[in-house]
Protein backbone atom coordinates (compact mmCIF):
# COMPACT_ATOMS: atom_id res chain seq x y z
CA UNK A 1 0.00 0.00 0.00
CA UNK A 2 2.72 2.48 1.31
CA UNK A 3 4.02 2.14 -2.66
CA UNK A 4 1.36 3.08 -4.04
CA UNK A 5 -0.16 5.84 -1.15
CA UNK A 6 1.77 8.21 0.22
CA UNK A 7 0.99 10.90 2.28
CA UNK A 8 0.24 13.76 0.78
CA UNK A 9 -2.15 11.68 -1.34
CA UNK A 10 -3.60 10.39 1.48
CA UNK A 11 -4.01 14.34 2.53
CA UNK A 12 -5.42 15.50 -0.92
CA UNK A 13 -8.18 12.31 -0.57
CA UNK A 14 -8.95 13.30 2.63
CA UNK A 15 -9.53 17.01 1.53
CA UNK A 16 -11.46 16.52 -1.39
CA UNK A 17 -13.54 14.09 -0.23
CA UNK A 18 -14.55 15.81 2.84
CA UNK A 19 -14.91 18.86 0.46
CA UNK A 20 -16.88 16.81 -2.23
CA UNK A 21 -18.91 15.27 0.88
CA UNK A 22 -21.05 18.65 0.90
CA UNK A 23 -22.42 17.76 -2.60
CA UNK A 24 -23.08 14.72 -1.48
CA UNK A 25 -25.17 15.82 1.39
CA UNK A 26 -27.03 17.70 -0.96
CA UNK A 27 -27.94 14.95 -3.04
CA UNK A 28 -28.34 13.11 -0.04
CA UNK A 29 -31.07 15.86 0.91
CA UNK A 30 -32.79 15.79 -2.54
CA UNK A 31 -32.40 12.42 -4.20
CA UNK A 32 -32.74 10.52 -0.68
CA UNK A 33 -34.85 12.21 1.77
CA UNK A 34 -37.18 14.47 -0.34
CA UNK A 35 -37.03 11.76 -2.97
CA UNK A 36 -36.74 14.49 -5.86
CA UNK A 37 -34.12 13.92 -8.71
CA UNK A 38 -32.44 17.09 -8.60
CA UNK A 39 -30.62 17.99 -11.58
CA UNK A 40 -29.97 21.85 -10.49
CA UNK A 41 -26.29 20.30 -8.64
CA UNK A 42 -23.55 20.69 -11.69
CA UNK A 43 -24.60 24.29 -12.31
CA UNK A 44 -25.22 25.02 -8.62
CA UNK A 45 -21.51 23.76 -7.92
CA UNK A 46 -20.24 26.10 -10.58
CA UNK A 47 -22.26 29.00 -9.49
CA UNK A 48 -20.43 28.35 -5.71
CA UNK A 49 -17.15 27.94 -7.67
CA UNK A 50 -17.56 31.43 -9.59
CA UNK A 51 -19.47 33.23 -6.77
CA UNK A 52 -16.94 32.11 -4.23
CA UNK A 53 -14.30 33.08 -6.54
CA UNK A 54 -15.33 36.22 -7.26
CA UNK A 55 -15.48 37.03 -3.46
CA UNK A 56 -12.54 36.00 -2.93
CA UNK A 57 -11.40 37.80 -5.09
CA UNK A 58 -12.03 41.13 -3.91
CA UNK A 59 -10.43 39.51 -0.61
CA UNK A 60 -12.98 38.40 1.40
CA UNK A 61 -12.65 34.97 1.57
CA UNK A 62 -15.11 33.93 4.53
CA UNK A 63 -17.59 36.31 2.88
CA UNK A 64 -16.66 34.07 -0.50
CA UNK A 65 -18.76 30.69 2.13
CA UNK A 66 -20.88 33.03 2.70
CA UNK A 67 -21.72 34.38 -0.64
CA UNK A 68 -21.59 31.12 -2.52
CA UNK A 69 -24.52 29.72 0.14
CA UNK A 70 -26.70 32.25 -0.23
CA UNK A 71 -26.11 31.67 -4.27
CA UNK A 72 -26.85 28.16 -3.88
CA UNK A 73 -29.90 28.48 -2.37
CA UNK A 74 -31.42 31.33 -4.45
CA UNK A 75 -30.77 28.39 -7.64
CA UNK A 76 -32.57 25.83 -5.31
CA UNK A 77 -35.13 28.40 -4.64
CA UNK A 78 -35.74 28.55 -8.31
CA UNK A 79 -35.67 24.68 -9.47
CA UNK A 80 -38.21 24.64 -6.43
CA UNK A 81 -40.32 27.62 -7.43
CA UNK A 82 -40.82 25.92 -11.04
CA UNK A 83 -41.48 22.66 -9.78
CA UNK A 84 -44.18 23.63 -6.99
CA UNK A 85 -45.51 26.40 -8.12
CA UNK A 86 -45.41 26.37 -12.00
CA UNK A 87 -46.13 22.58 -12.63
CA UNK A 88 -42.59 21.77 -13.98
CA UNK A 89 -41.59 17.87 -13.64
CA UNK A 90 -38.96 18.14 -11.14
CA UNK A 91 -36.46 16.33 -13.42
CA UNK A 92 -36.77 19.02 -15.96
CA UNK A 93 -37.03 22.05 -13.65
CA UNK A 94 -33.31 21.20 -12.50
CA UNK A 95 -32.20 20.83 -16.09
CA UNK A 96 -33.81 23.90 -16.90
CA UNK A 97 -31.77 25.92 -14.02
CA UNK A 98 -28.65 24.17 -14.25
CA UNK A 99 -29.16 25.10 -18.06
CA UNK A 100 -29.85 28.74 -17.42
CA UNK A 101 -26.88 28.66 -14.72
CA UNK A 102 -24.06 28.50 -17.38
CA UNK A 103 -24.97 31.81 -18.56
CA UNK A 104 -25.54 33.23 -14.93
CA UNK A 105 -21.96 31.90 -13.88
CA UNK A 106 -19.98 32.82 -16.78
CA UNK A 107 -21.22 36.29 -16.21
CA UNK A 108 -20.62 36.05 -12.80
CA UNK A 109 -16.87 34.85 -14.03
CA UNK A 110 -17.03 38.61 -16.04
CA UNK A 111 -17.43 36.25 -19.16
CA UNK A 112 -14.05 34.93 -18.44
CA UNK A 113 -14.07 30.89 -18.15
CA UNK A 114 -11.23 30.94 -16.21
CA UNK A 115 -10.56 32.33 -12.89
CA UNK A 116 -7.35 32.68 -10.91
CA UNK A 117 -6.91 32.80 -7.40
CA UNK A 118 -3.22 33.18 -7.12
CA UNK A 119 -2.13 35.34 -4.46
CA UNK A 120 -5.27 35.94 -2.78
CA UNK A 121 -6.16 34.75 0.48
CA UNK A 122 -8.14 31.82 1.39
CA UNK A 123 -9.50 30.13 4.29
CA UNK A 124 -6.54 27.70 3.14
CA UNK A 125 -3.91 30.29 3.00
CA UNK A 126 -4.68 32.40 6.04
CA UNK A 127 -4.52 28.84 7.75
CA UNK A 128 -1.07 28.13 6.33
CA UNK A 129 -0.17 31.47 8.29
CA UNK A 130 -2.06 31.27 11.41
CA UNK A 131 -2.47 29.15 13.87
CA UNK A 132 -4.25 26.02 12.11
CA UNK A 133 -0.59 25.46 10.49
CA UNK A 134 1.52 26.02 13.86
CA UNK A 135 -0.69 23.16 15.10
CA UNK A 136 -1.48 20.32 12.70
CA UNK A 137 1.62 21.48 10.26
CA UNK A 138 0.57 20.06 6.78
CA UNK A 139 -2.42 17.99 8.05
CA UNK A 140 -4.22 21.89 8.63
CA UNK A 141 -5.72 21.74 5.39
CA UNK A 142 -7.66 18.50 6.28
CA UNK A 143 -8.27 19.81 9.84
CA UNK A 144 -9.74 22.84 8.03
CA UNK A 145 -12.48 21.16 5.58
CA UNK A 146 -12.90 18.81 8.40
CA UNK A 147 -14.07 21.10 10.48
CA UNK A 148 -16.17 22.65 8.24
CA UNK A 149 -17.94 19.11 7.32
CA UNK A 150 -18.33 17.96 10.78
CA UNK A 151 -20.07 21.63 11.31
CA UNK A 152 -22.18 20.85 8.36
CA UNK A 153 -23.28 17.33 9.65
CA UNK A 154 -23.79 18.22 13.01
CA UNK A 155 -26.65 21.14 12.40
CA UNK A 156 -27.56 18.94 9.47
CA UNK A 157 -28.35 16.06 11.82
CA UNK A 158 -29.90 18.90 14.67
CA UNK A 159 -31.88 20.85 11.79
CA UNK A 160 -33.41 17.12 10.09
CA UNK A 161 -34.91 16.44 13.84
CA UNK A 162 -36.81 19.33 14.04
CA UNK A 163 -40.50 19.84 13.42
CA UNK A 164 -39.35 21.59 9.72
CA UNK A 165 -36.95 18.87 9.73
CA UNK A 166 -39.14 16.08 10.10
CA UNK A 167 -41.49 17.65 7.97
CA UNK A 168 -38.89 17.66 5.14
CA UNK A 169 -38.20 14.23 5.66
CA UNK A 170 -42.01 13.04 5.68
CA UNK A 171 -42.67 15.15 2.15
CA UNK A 172 -39.78 12.39 0.96
CA UNK A 173 -41.28 9.46 2.80
CA UNK A 174 -45.25 9.96 2.46
CA UNK A 175 -46.60 13.34 0.77
CA UNK A 176 -50.10 12.30 1.21
CA UNK A 177 -49.58 11.86 4.45
CA UNK A 178 -47.59 15.04 4.71
CA UNK A 179 -50.76 17.18 3.47
CA UNK A 180 -53.21 15.62 5.69
CA UNK A 181 -51.00 16.27 8.63
CA UNK A 182 -51.88 19.81 7.88
CA UNK A 183 -47.82 20.57 6.02
CA UNK A 184 -47.89 22.45 3.43
CA UNK A 185 -45.09 20.32 0.38
CA UNK A 186 -44.60 22.85 -1.57
CA UNK A 187 -42.74 24.96 1.60
CA UNK A 188 -41.06 21.55 2.52
CA UNK A 189 -39.58 20.87 -0.44
CA UNK A 190 -38.83 25.08 -1.20
CA UNK A 191 -37.13 24.68 2.05
CA UNK A 192 -35.49 21.35 1.22
CA UNK A 193 -34.06 22.31 -2.13
CA UNK A 194 -32.91 25.40 -0.97
CA UNK A 195 -30.73 23.76 1.81
CA UNK A 196 -29.44 21.23 -0.25
CA UNK A 197 -28.29 23.83 -2.79
CA UNK A 198 -26.90 25.99 -0.50
CA UNK A 199 -24.47 23.18 0.79
CA UNK A 200 -23.94 22.09 -3.08
CA UNK A 201 -22.78 25.88 -3.47
CA UNK A 202 -20.74 25.64 -0.72
CA UNK A 203 -18.69 23.16 -1.58
CA UNK A 204 -17.63 24.86 -4.86
CA UNK A 205 -16.37 27.83 -3.34
CA UNK A 206 -14.16 25.38 -0.84
CA UNK A 207 -13.27 23.90 -4.60
CA UNK A 208 -12.29 27.40 -5.94
CA UNK A 209 -10.34 28.52 -2.79
CA UNK A 210 -8.50 25.08 -2.62
CA UNK A 211 -7.34 24.85 -6.16
CA UNK A 212 -7.01 28.73 -6.43
CA UNK A 213 -8.89 28.82 -9.23
CA UNK A 214 -12.48 28.98 -10.57
CA UNK A 215 -13.07 26.93 -13.91
CA UNK A 216 -16.71 27.23 -15.89
CA UNK A 217 -16.83 23.77 -16.81
CA UNK A 218 -15.61 22.18 -12.64
CA UNK A 219 -19.29 21.35 -12.14
CA UNK A 220 -19.65 19.02 -15.53
CA UNK A 221 -21.04 15.72 -14.41
CA UNK A 222 -20.99 16.96 -10.15
CA UNK A 223 -24.66 14.92 -9.62
CA UNK A 224 -22.83 11.77 -11.22
CA UNK A 225 -19.73 11.87 -8.94
CA UNK A 226 -21.82 12.52 -6.07
CA UNK A 227 -24.17 9.99 -6.42
CA UNK A 228 -21.34 7.52 -6.66
CA UNK A 229 -20.24 8.84 -3.60
CA UNK A 230 -23.80 9.06 -2.09
CA UNK A 231 -24.06 5.44 -3.38
CA UNK A 232 -20.74 3.67 -1.92
CA UNK A 233 -21.78 5.42 1.58
CA UNK A 234 -25.63 3.73 1.35
CA UNK A 235 -24.00 0.74 0.57
CA UNK A 236 -21.39 0.26 3.33
CA UNK A 237 -23.78 1.97 6.05
CA UNK A 238 -27.00 1.20 4.64
CA UNK A 239 -29.82 3.04 3.59
CA UNK A 240 -31.87 2.60 6.75
CA UNK A 241 -31.04 3.87 10.13
CA UNK A 242 -30.66 6.91 12.50
CA UNK A 243 -30.34 10.34 10.67
CA UNK A 244 -26.84 10.41 11.85
CA UNK A 245 -25.58 7.42 10.67
CA UNK A 246 -27.07 7.97 7.20
CA UNK A 247 -25.23 11.38 6.98
CA UNK A 248 -21.56 9.72 8.60
CA UNK A 249 -22.10 7.20 5.60
CA UNK A 250 -22.42 9.69 3.18
CA UNK A 251 -19.44 11.60 3.92
CA UNK A 252 -17.28 8.64 4.21
CA UNK A 253 -18.58 7.74 0.84
CA UNK A 254 -17.45 10.44 -0.43
CA UNK A 255 -14.05 9.99 1.09
CA UNK A 256 -13.98 6.75 0.01
CA UNK A 257 -14.85 7.48 -3.42
CA UNK A 258 -11.75 10.23 -3.36
CA UNK A 259 -9.34 7.51 -2.34
CA UNK A 260 -10.84 4.81 -5.08
CA UNK A 261 -9.93 8.78 -7.49
CA UNK A 262 -6.57 9.05 -6.30
CA UNK A 263 -5.54 4.91 -6.44
CA UNK A 264 -7.11 5.21 -10.25
CA UNK A 265 -4.66 8.29 -10.76
CA UNK A 266 -1.39 6.42 -9.17
CA UNK A 267 -1.88 3.78 -11.25
CA UNK A 268 -1.96 6.59 -14.20
CA UNK A 269 -5.37 5.67 -15.49
CA UNK A 270 -5.44 9.47 -17.22
CA UNK A 271 -7.42 12.05 -15.53
CA UNK A 272 -9.84 12.31 -18.43
CA UNK A 273 -11.32 9.01 -18.07
CA UNK A 274 -11.98 9.59 -14.24
CA UNK A 275 -15.92 10.92 -15.42
CA UNK A 276 -16.26 7.34 -17.53
CA UNK A 277 -14.96 5.72 -14.37
CA UNK A 278 -17.56 7.64 -11.82
CA UNK A 279 -20.21 6.76 -14.59
CA UNK A 280 -19.88 3.33 -14.24
CA UNK A 281 -18.94 2.91 -10.43
CA UNK A 282 -23.04 4.66 -9.80
CA UNK A 283 -24.44 2.02 -12.63
CA UNK A 284 -22.59 -1.26 -11.15
CA UNK A 285 -23.83 0.41 -7.74
CA UNK A 286 -27.30 0.93 -8.39
CA UNK A 287 -27.43 -2.52 -10.96
CA UNK A 288 -25.92 -4.77 -8.74
CA UNK A 289 -28.42 -5.49 -6.26
CA UNK A 290 -30.87 -6.12 -9.14
CA UNK A 291 -29.00 -7.88 -10.59
CA UNK A 292 -27.89 -10.27 -8.24
CA UNK A 293 -31.44 -10.99 -7.52
CA UNK A 294 -32.30 -12.01 -11.36
CA UNK A 295 -28.72 -14.29 -11.65
CA UNK A 296 -30.51 -15.87 -8.06
CA UNK A 297 -33.73 -16.42 -9.58
CA UNK A 298 -32.15 -18.05 -13.19
CA UNK A 299 -30.44 -19.76 -11.02
CA UNK A 300 -33.26 -21.28 -9.94
CA UNK A 301 -34.74 -21.79 -12.84
CA UNK A 302 -31.80 -23.66 -13.95
CA UNK A 303 -32.07 -26.33 -11.18
CA UNK A 304 -35.85 -26.42 -11.59
CA UNK A 305 -35.41 -27.02 -15.26
CA UNK A 306 -32.80 -29.58 -14.92
CA UNK A 307 -34.76 -31.57 -12.01
CA UNK A 308 -38.06 -32.00 -14.24
CA UNK A 309 -35.92 -33.29 -17.00
CA UNK A 310 -33.95 -36.11 -14.67
CA UNK A 311 -37.76 -36.73 -13.64
CA UNK A 312 -38.89 -37.29 -17.33
CA UNK A 313 -35.36 -39.30 -18.39
CA UNK A 314 -36.02 -41.80 -15.65
CA UNK A 315 -39.65 -42.42 -16.36
CA UNK B 1 -70.76 21.26 11.46
CA UNK B 2 -70.60 20.42 8.14
CA UNK B 3 -72.84 21.45 5.68
CA UNK B 4 -72.64 20.85 1.71
CA UNK B 5 -74.27 22.66 -0.53
CA UNK B 6 -75.08 21.58 -3.63
CA UNK B 7 -71.82 20.27 -5.08
CA UNK B 8 -70.66 18.13 -8.50
CA UNK B 9 -67.31 17.19 -9.74
CA UNK B 10 -67.04 15.66 -12.85
CA UNK B 11 -63.28 13.98 -13.41
CA UNK B 12 -62.20 14.25 -17.40
CA UNK B 13 -64.69 16.59 -18.44
CA UNK B 14 -65.27 16.78 -22.37
CA UNK B 15 -62.84 13.16 -22.96
CA UNK B 16 -65.02 9.52 -23.23
CA UNK B 17 -63.49 8.74 -19.73
CA UNK B 18 -65.83 11.42 -18.50
CA UNK B 19 -67.20 10.69 -14.79
CA UNK B 20 -69.75 12.72 -13.37
CA UNK B 21 -68.82 11.46 -10.01
CA UNK B 22 -70.62 13.92 -7.64
CA UNK B 23 -74.24 15.07 -8.80
CA UNK B 24 -75.67 18.43 -6.76
CA UNK B 25 -74.82 16.59 -3.98
CA UNK B 26 -75.99 18.18 -0.39
CA UNK B 27 -75.24 17.22 3.12
CA UNK B 28 -76.23 18.82 6.89
CA UNK B 29 -74.06 16.99 9.60
CA UNK B 30 -74.84 18.16 13.21
CA UNK B 31 -72.26 18.83 15.86
CA UNK B 32 -71.20 15.78 16.89
CA UNK B 33 -73.15 13.56 14.47
CA UNK B 34 -71.76 10.33 13.62
CA UNK B 35 -73.00 8.92 10.19
CA UNK B 36 -72.33 5.73 8.55
CA UNK B 37 -72.43 5.78 4.59
CA UNK B 38 -73.23 2.65 2.70
CA UNK B 39 -73.28 2.71 -1.11
CA UNK B 40 -71.93 0.42 -4.28
CA UNK B 41 -68.49 0.75 -5.82
CA UNK B 42 -68.68 4.21 -7.65
CA UNK B 43 -71.01 5.79 -5.71
CA UNK B 44 -69.20 8.39 -4.70
CA UNK B 45 -68.36 8.18 -1.30
CA UNK B 46 -64.29 8.76 -1.11
CA UNK B 47 -64.82 11.45 -3.60
CA UNK B 48 -67.02 13.19 -1.60
CA UNK B 49 -64.26 12.53 1.30
CA UNK B 50 -61.86 13.97 -1.19
CA UNK B 51 -63.67 17.08 -1.83
CA UNK B 52 -64.59 17.35 1.92
CA UNK B 53 -60.82 16.82 2.06
CA UNK B 54 -59.34 19.19 -0.37
CA UNK B 55 -57.68 16.53 -2.34
CA UNK B 56 -59.56 18.28 -5.57
CA UNK B 57 -61.97 21.74 -5.26
CA UNK B 58 -65.21 20.91 -6.47
CA UNK B 59 -66.29 22.04 -9.78
CA UNK B 60 -69.55 23.64 -8.27
CA UNK B 61 -71.47 24.18 -5.03
CA UNK B 62 -69.72 24.79 -1.52
CA UNK B 63 -68.63 23.39 1.51
CA UNK B 64 -68.51 24.95 4.85
CA UNK B 65 -67.10 23.15 8.04
CA UNK B 66 -68.41 25.25 11.32
CA UNK B 67 -69.70 27.96 9.65
CA UNK B 68 -66.66 28.80 7.89
CA UNK B 69 -66.54 28.29 3.64
CA UNK B 70 -64.00 26.06 3.06
CA UNK B 71 -64.57 25.88 -0.35
CA UNK B 72 -61.14 27.11 -2.05
CA UNK B 73 -59.08 26.09 1.10
CA UNK B 74 -55.84 24.04 0.30
CA UNK B 75 -55.50 20.35 1.32
CA UNK B 76 -52.96 21.45 3.85
CA UNK B 77 -54.62 23.99 5.73
CA UNK B 78 -58.35 22.10 5.79
CA UNK B 79 -56.27 19.18 7.27
CA UNK B 80 -55.60 21.43 10.50
CA UNK B 81 -59.10 20.66 11.39
CA UNK B 82 -60.51 17.47 9.38
CA UNK B 83 -59.11 14.07 9.93
CA UNK B 84 -58.84 11.60 6.93
CA UNK B 85 -58.27 7.63 7.54
CA UNK B 86 -58.66 5.55 4.27
CA UNK B 87 -58.98 2.03 3.88
CA UNK B 88 -54.96 1.53 3.04
CA UNK B 89 -53.62 1.55 6.25
CA UNK B 90 -49.77 2.65 4.30
CA UNK B 91 -51.58 6.28 3.47
CA UNK B 92 -51.76 7.96 7.06
CA UNK B 93 -48.21 7.44 8.38
CA UNK B 94 -44.34 8.16 6.95
CA UNK B 95 -42.67 4.38 6.89
CA UNK B 96 -39.46 5.41 7.22
CA UNK B 97 -39.57 7.74 10.29
CA UNK B 98 -39.81 6.68 13.98
CA UNK B 99 -43.34 6.40 15.98
CA UNK B 100 -42.62 9.26 17.93
CA UNK B 101 -41.27 11.17 15.04
CA UNK B 102 -45.06 10.24 13.44
CA UNK B 103 -46.69 11.59 16.17
CA UNK B 104 -44.70 14.46 16.56
CA UNK B 105 -46.21 15.51 13.11
CA UNK B 106 -49.43 14.98 14.15
CA UNK B 107 -49.06 16.98 17.01
CA UNK B 108 -47.83 19.80 14.17
CA UNK B 109 -52.02 20.10 13.82
CA UNK B 110 -52.07 21.96 17.34
CA UNK B 111 -52.58 25.84 16.72
CA UNK B 112 -50.11 26.11 19.01
CA UNK B 113 -47.23 24.52 17.58
CA UNK B 114 -46.69 26.37 14.22
CA UNK B 115 -44.64 28.88 15.37
CA UNK B 116 -41.95 25.72 16.63
CA UNK B 117 -40.29 25.34 13.36
CA UNK B 118 -36.89 24.70 15.28
CA UNK B 119 -38.15 22.48 18.33
CA UNK B 120 -37.01 19.11 18.69
CA UNK B 121 -39.45 16.59 20.25
CA UNK B 122 -39.05 17.18 23.97
CA UNK B 123 -39.12 14.67 26.61
CA UNK B 124 -42.71 16.17 27.78
CA UNK B 125 -43.58 15.35 24.25
CA UNK B 126 -41.98 12.26 24.66
CA UNK B 127 -44.10 11.58 27.78
CA UNK B 128 -47.37 12.42 25.87
CA UNK B 129 -46.77 10.72 22.76
CA UNK B 130 -46.23 6.94 25.16
CA UNK B 131 -49.31 7.70 27.38
CA UNK B 132 -51.37 7.84 24.28
CA UNK B 133 -50.06 5.15 22.67
CA UNK B 134 -50.84 2.93 25.73
CA UNK B 135 -54.20 3.65 25.04
CA UNK B 136 -54.00 1.92 22.09
CA UNK B 137 -53.19 -1.39 23.89
CA UNK B 138 -50.84 -2.62 21.33
CA UNK B 139 -47.36 -2.31 23.10
CA UNK B 140 -46.41 0.77 20.38
CA UNK B 141 -45.19 2.73 23.82
CA UNK B 142 -42.22 0.81 23.97
CA UNK B 143 -41.85 0.69 20.63
CA UNK B 144 -41.47 4.39 19.88
CA UNK B 145 -38.17 4.80 18.40
CA UNK B 146 -39.19 2.16 15.46
CA UNK B 147 -39.66 3.25 12.53
CA UNK B 148 -43.47 2.75 11.45
CA UNK B 149 -42.91 0.69 8.42
CA UNK B 150 -41.78 -2.12 11.06
CA UNK B 151 -45.60 -2.44 12.31
CA UNK B 152 -48.47 -4.14 10.76
CA UNK B 153 -51.12 -2.59 9.00
CA UNK B 154 -53.62 -2.82 11.88
CA UNK B 155 -51.12 -1.42 14.23
CA UNK B 156 -50.27 1.08 11.54
CA UNK B 157 -54.33 1.75 11.44
CA UNK B 158 -54.62 2.44 15.05
CA UNK B 159 -51.57 4.32 15.15
CA UNK B 160 -53.05 6.71 12.45
CA UNK B 161 -56.50 6.73 14.26
CA UNK B 162 -54.19 8.34 17.24
CA UNK B 163 -52.39 10.89 15.00
CA UNK B 164 -55.96 12.07 13.40
CA UNK B 165 -57.40 12.69 16.66
CA UNK B 166 -54.31 13.86 18.51
CA UNK B 167 -55.52 16.89 18.04
CA UNK B 168 -59.49 16.75 18.09
CA UNK B 169 -60.50 17.51 14.77
CA UNK B 170 -63.65 19.45 13.80
CA UNK B 171 -64.72 16.48 11.54
CA UNK B 172 -63.36 13.03 11.28
CA UNK B 173 -63.34 10.93 7.65
CA UNK B 174 -63.14 7.53 8.05
CA UNK B 175 -63.26 5.86 4.09
CA UNK B 176 -63.50 1.70 5.16
CA UNK B 177 -60.56 2.35 7.59
CA UNK B 178 -61.18 -0.94 8.92
CA UNK B 179 -61.52 -2.97 5.90
CA UNK B 180 -58.03 -3.89 5.27
CA UNK B 181 -57.47 -5.12 8.61
CA UNK B 182 -58.49 -9.00 10.01
CA UNK B 183 -61.34 -9.10 11.59
CA UNK B 184 -60.55 -9.40 14.89
CA UNK B 185 -58.23 -6.18 14.09
CA UNK B 186 -61.31 -4.31 12.29
CA UNK B 187 -63.65 -5.37 15.58
CA UNK B 188 -60.55 -3.20 17.93
CA UNK B 189 -59.68 -0.50 15.74
CA UNK B 190 -63.45 0.20 15.01
CA UNK B 191 -64.02 0.04 18.77
CA UNK B 192 -61.14 2.40 19.55
CA UNK B 193 -62.62 4.77 16.44
CA UNK B 194 -65.94 4.19 18.47
CA UNK B 195 -64.97 5.17 21.86
CA UNK B 196 -62.49 8.48 21.14
CA UNK B 197 -65.05 9.64 18.72
CA UNK B 198 -67.43 9.55 21.78
CA UNK B 199 -65.58 10.63 24.50
CA UNK B 200 -64.09 13.84 22.31
CA UNK B 201 -67.84 14.07 20.55
CA UNK B 202 -65.83 14.42 16.99
CA UNK B 203 -68.35 14.95 13.93
CA UNK B 204 -67.82 11.85 11.87
CA UNK B 205 -68.38 10.47 8.46
CA UNK B 206 -68.09 6.72 8.39
CA UNK B 207 -68.13 4.71 5.27
CA UNK B 208 -68.65 0.82 5.71
CA UNK B 209 -69.82 -2.10 3.14
CA UNK B 210 -70.91 -3.65 6.41
CA UNK B 211 -75.14 -3.40 7.15
CA UNK B 212 -74.58 -4.24 10.38
CA UNK B 213 -72.09 -1.46 11.37
CA UNK B 214 -73.69 0.79 9.24
CA UNK B 215 -76.98 0.76 11.33
CA UNK B 216 -75.38 0.12 14.98
CA UNK B 217 -72.63 2.41 14.88
CA UNK B 218 -73.05 6.34 15.43
CA UNK B 219 -76.68 8.04 15.20
CA UNK B 220 -76.80 8.18 11.59
CA UNK B 221 -77.27 6.00 7.83
CA UNK B 222 -76.42 7.76 4.55
CA UNK B 223 -77.11 5.38 1.12
CA UNK B 224 -75.05 6.96 -1.55
CA UNK B 225 -75.82 6.40 -5.39
CA UNK B 226 -74.61 7.69 -8.45
CA UNK B 227 -72.58 10.61 -6.59
CA UNK B 228 -75.79 11.40 -4.64
CA UNK B 229 -77.05 10.93 -1.26
CA UNK B 230 -80.22 8.88 -2.05
CA UNK B 231 -81.21 7.69 1.40
CA UNK B 232 -80.67 9.20 4.79
CA UNK B 233 -81.83 7.72 8.07
CA UNK B 234 -81.77 8.74 11.70
CA UNK B 235 -83.47 8.38 15.33
CA UNK B 236 -86.20 5.99 15.31
CA UNK B 237 -87.07 5.54 12.21
CA UNK B 238 -83.02 4.37 11.85
CA UNK B 239 -83.13 2.01 15.33
CA UNK B 240 -86.35 0.25 13.30
CA UNK B 241 -84.39 -0.60 10.08
CA UNK B 242 -82.99 -4.41 9.98
CA UNK B 243 -80.44 -5.18 8.01
CA UNK B 244 -82.88 -6.73 5.05
CA UNK B 245 -84.56 -3.24 5.14
CA UNK B 246 -81.23 -1.64 4.26
CA UNK B 247 -80.54 -3.72 1.40
CA UNK B 248 -83.89 -3.36 0.11
CA UNK B 249 -83.19 -0.03 -0.07
CA UNK B 250 -79.86 -0.58 -1.51
CA UNK B 251 -81.20 -2.57 -4.30
CA UNK B 252 -83.73 0.17 -5.38
CA UNK B 253 -80.98 2.59 -5.51
CA UNK B 254 -78.09 0.58 -7.16
CA UNK B 255 -80.25 -1.72 -9.24
CA UNK B 256 -78.93 -4.63 -11.18
CA UNK B 257 -75.47 -3.64 -10.68
CA UNK B 258 -76.34 -5.00 -7.00
CA UNK B 259 -75.96 -8.61 -7.83
CA UNK B 260 -72.00 -7.90 -8.90
CA UNK B 261 -71.23 -5.52 -6.16
CA UNK B 262 -68.56 -7.00 -3.96
CA UNK B 263 -69.47 -7.35 -0.72
CA UNK B 264 -72.79 -6.62 0.87
CA UNK B 265 -73.77 -8.55 3.76
CA UNK B 266 -71.91 -9.84 6.44
Not at chain 1, 5 to 34: K, N, R
Amino acid sequence: MSGIFTVSIFQSALELGCIYALVALALFISFTILNIADLTTDGCFTLGCAVGAMVTLSGHPFLALVAALISGALAGFITAFLQTKLGVESILAGIIVNTGLYTINIAVMGFSSLINLFGCDTIFSLGKDGVPYMIFGDWYKVITVAFIVALIALALWWFLGTTLGMSIRATGDNTEMVKSSSINPTFTITVGLCLSNSLTGLSGCLIAQYQKSADINIGTGMVTLSLAALIIGQTLIGNKGSTIRRILGTILGSVLYRFIVAIALRMSVPAEALKLVSAIIVAVAIAAPYVRKKAALKKREFVNYRDNREVKENA
Amino acid sequence: MLKIDNISKTFNPGTVNEKAALTNLSLDLKDGDFATIVGSNGAGKSTMFNAIAGTFIVDAGNIYLDGEDITFKKEHVRSKVIGHLFQDPLKGTAPNMTIEENMALAYLRASHSSGKLFSRISSKDKARFREQLSLLGMGLEDRMKNPVGLLSGGQRQALTLLMATFVTPKLLLLDEHTAALDPATAEKVLELTKSIVKERGITCLMVTHNMHQALEVGNRTLMMNAGKIVFDTSGEERASLTVNDLLEKFKVGAGEELDNDRVLLS
